[in-house]
């Protein structure tokens, strides 16, 4: 019965077209510039003797975040004012994404304003990489936010009410991410609003009883995801070692 399921893979939607093609390579360069760097910085912090150290011209450690600005700037102005074709516009593209993976891979830096790449908070760069691999892939893959294409204006209205609710009851219940891929994707905003809210969240709160059994279940699955995305996120980006710079500020200020 399964030789009879004939597979067809149509390569069109990503190889044929200019624009799908240098999405993919973007993406792929995104990742493959992450990866580079991640395992770069875990060599230096290591001390292997033979691994290049950081740039650090007359003492001044430059962040890997400001080659990866200079990549996108220079790529993009060129895009815009040049507009040129395969195969340059493809080779722009991964110039792009190798500067979006060196951007994206200090994430907490511009979003902490402060160097916690080995530190706790330091895990949301991980976070923002594989968050924009998932959002990047659907749109290769042809998935579009709130999507009811062919439809009549009815079905269209309705299929987007019915998505952007879905999606808020998931962000109301403390999971945004799944709220934001969930438009993209709708199935993964299903599972997400069937399951229980995160503690703390809007609908945790008014919603499940203090002391309650849900509660206590939503508190020991969250318990359960969170060792399992630590995990992950340490197998990736590398387990941080370094005391949080916002718990020192703020024992200093309760001195």
Known sequence: ?????????????????????AGLILLASMLLSFGFIRFSTRMIRAQVKWWPGNVSPGGLHIHHLVFGIVLMMLSGFLNF?????????EI?????????????????????????YWSEEGRSSVDAVVFAAI????????????DASGASIVSIVV?????????????????????????FIPPVAW??????????????KRRYQEG???????????????????????LIGGAPSLPSPRSSESGRSEE
């Open 212 to 234: 309650g059994e849900k509660l206590v279940e939503a508190a020991d699955r969250k318990a359960r995801h969170d060792r399992r995305v630590r995990r992950f996120q340490d």
């Open 159 to 183: 299929s987007v009410v019915i998505t952007l609710g879905i999606c808020a009851i998931v962000a109301l219940k403390g999971k945004v991410s799944s709220a934001v891929i969930g438009m």
């Open 1 to 21: 019965m399964l030789a009879a399921i004939d597979f067809e893979i149509n390569s069109s939607a990503a190889f044929d077209q200019a624009d799908q093609r």
């Open 81 to 89: 004012v040049i507009q040129p074709d395969s195969p340059w516009f």
């Open 92 to 116: 722009l593209a991964g110039v792009f994404g190798v500067g979006v993976g060196l951007t994206l891979d200090e994430f907490a830096l511009w979003l902490y304003l402060d160097d916690v």
């Open 135 to 146: 959002i990047g892939g659907g749109i290769i893959l042809g998935f579009v936010p709130l």
């Open 191 to 204: 599972v997400a609003a069937i399951r229980l809210a995160r503690p703390g969240s809007w609908w945790a």
